[in-house]
C-alpha cells in the first residue's frame, strides 16, 4: 500500500461520512489525495479537508480508478453494489453498513480487539454496529480477564445513529413543540422528541430486532467466542449524539470490582468514570466528540453468580463508525 494513498469517502453529506472527513484530518491520516462521493442530490456540494474546498462527486462505476482505500458510509444497498466494484478496482474497501459484517470472507474489526485481522481481507473490511462497538469496547477486556459467557443489556441510542435526516427530525420536533405545534414523523413511526423507542432495525419473527441480535452475532466474531450469547432490547433515545448500554454481564471466573476497575483502568480507547457518590458516571452529553468510549456504575451484579453490571457510552459517531474505520485504515498501512 502506498504511503501517502488516495483515498475515497463514499457517502461523504451523511453524518458519518462528515466525521470521517474530520477524523482523517484530526489523526493526520497521510491522504495523497482524497475523493468525495455522495448522490446526485448533493454533487457539487464543497466540503473543507486541511484547509481546502474539495468538490463531493457523484458515485458511479466509474468512481474508483486510482483510489487505494475506500471508507463507505452510505448505506447497505450502496455498499452491496459498489464495493465489488471499488474492490475489483484494487482499492481496499472499509464498509460501515452491515453488509457484509457477517460474510466469512471480510474480517469484522474493532483494532483494539482484532487488529490482526485486517490482514486476512480480500478487499473488504467491515466496521462493526455501532453499539455493539460501544459496549465491546468495555466487554472485551472484561472478557479477557473474565471470560464472558453471556450479557443482558438494554441500548440508549442517540438520532445521529439513523443518519442526518433524523438529527433533524429531533430538533423539528423540539421546534414544533416549543412552538405549541402538533409533531411531524418521517423518519421513527413516532415522536422522538421527549419520548423513548423500544424500536431500532426492523423487527425478526423471534421479536428481537435485527439491531438486537448485532451484539450477539458480530460480538461472536469480532472476540473469536463462538458460544457468547447476548439478549439485548435496544432503545433510541432523544439524545443528538452518543450511545449508551446498560449492561449485565455473567463470567466463567469470579469477577470483582477491584479486579475489574484494574482492567478496565489499563483498556485502551476506554475511560473509567466511576465515581457514584460524587454524581460521576459517562454520559452521552460528555462523550460525544469523543475519541474514548467510558465506563462506569460498575458492581458486583446481584441476580447471578460471578456478575458483573456496568455502563458505558461512547460517541457512535466515532468509535461507532468513522474513528473505528480510519483506526483500520491506519492498520492498513502499518
Ligand atoms: N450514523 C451512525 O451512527 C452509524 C454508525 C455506524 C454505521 N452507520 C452506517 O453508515 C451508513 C451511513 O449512515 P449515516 O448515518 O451517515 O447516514 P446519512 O446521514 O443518511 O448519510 C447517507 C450518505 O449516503 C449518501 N447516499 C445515499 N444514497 C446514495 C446514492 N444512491 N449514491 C451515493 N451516495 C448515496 C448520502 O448522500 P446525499 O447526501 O447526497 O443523499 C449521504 O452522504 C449506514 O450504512 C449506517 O448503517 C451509521
Known amino acids: 500500500m502506498n504511503r501517502k494513498p488516495h483515498v475515497a469517502v463514499v457517502g461523504a453529506t451523511g453524518a458519518v461520512g462528515i466525521e470521517m472527513v474530520k477524523t482523517l484530518e484530526k489523526r493526520n491520516f497521510p491522504v495523497g489525495k482524497l475523493t468525495l462521493l455522495a448522490s446526485a442530490r448533493l454533487a457539487g456540494k464543497k466540503l473543507r479537508f486541511r484547509g481546502e474546498e474539495i468538490t463531493v462527486q457523484e458515485l458511479t462505476r466509474n468512481s474508483f480508478g486510482g483510489v487505494e482505500i475506500a ?6 444497498s450502496i455498499s452491496k453494489e459498489f464495493a465489488p466494484i471499488a474492490a475489483k478496482a484494487g482499492c481496499v474497501v472499509i464498509d460501515n453498513s452491515s453488509a457484509f459484517r457477517m460474510d466469512d470472507k471480510v474480517p469484522l474489526v474493532i483494532p483494539e480487539i482484532n487488529a490482526a485481522d485486517v490482514k486476512l481481507h480480500q478487499g473488504i473490511i467491515a466496521n462493526p454496529n455501532c453499539t455493539t462497538a460501544v459496549a465491546l ?22 438520532v445521529s445513529g439513523t443518519g442526518a435526516k433524523a438529527i433533524e427530525e429531533l430538533r423539528r420536533q423540539i421546534q414544533q ?5 402538533e409533531t411531524t414523523h418521517e423518519v421513527y413511526p413516532h415522536q422522538i422528541a421527549f419520548n423513548v423507542l ?21 460480538g461472536r466474531k469480532i472476540m473469536h467466542h463462538p458460544t457468547f450469547r447476548a439478549s439485548v432490547t435496544c432503545v433510541r ?11 449485565n454481564a455473567e463470567f466463567d471466573k469470579p469477577v470483582t470490582v477491584e479486579a475489574a476497575h ?10 473509567v468514570i466511576d465515581e457514584p457518590a460524587k454524581n460521576k458516571y459517562p454520559q452521552p452529553l460528555y462523550q460525544a466528540e469523543q475519541y474514548d468510549c467510558a465506563v462506569g456504575r460498575l458492581r458486583r ?26 483506526q483500520i485504515a491506519e492498520e492498513l498501512l502499518r
Not at 177 to 181: D, E, F, I, P, S
Not at 238 to 245: D, E, F, G, L
Not at 301 to 326: I, R, T, Y
Open 198 to 218: 423500544p424500536h431500532v432495525d426492523s423487527f425478526l419473527p423471534s421479536g428481537y430486532t435485527k439491531e438486537e441480535m448485532k451484539m450477539e452475532n458480530e
Open 237 to 247: 433515545v432523544p439524545v443528538y449524539r452518543a450511545h449508551s448500554i446498560a449492561v
Open 262 to 271: 484494574k482492567v478496565l483502568g489499563k483498556a485502551p480507547g476506554l475511560q
Open 137 to 158: 469496547m468495555a466487554l472485551y477486556p472484561l472478557h479477557q480477564a473474565f471470560f464472558v459467557k453471556r450479557i443482558f443489556a438494554s441500548s440508549y441510542q442517540a
Open 71 to 76: 471508507l463507505f458510509s452510505a448505506g447497505s
Open 301 to 326: 451484579d446481584c441476580a447471578f453468580e460471578n456478575g458483573l453490571a456496568f455502563w458505558v457510552s461512547g460517541d457512535q459517531l466515532l468509535k461507532g463508525a468513522a474513528l473505528n474505520a480510519v
Open 177 to 181: 413543540l416549543v412552538n405549541g405545534h
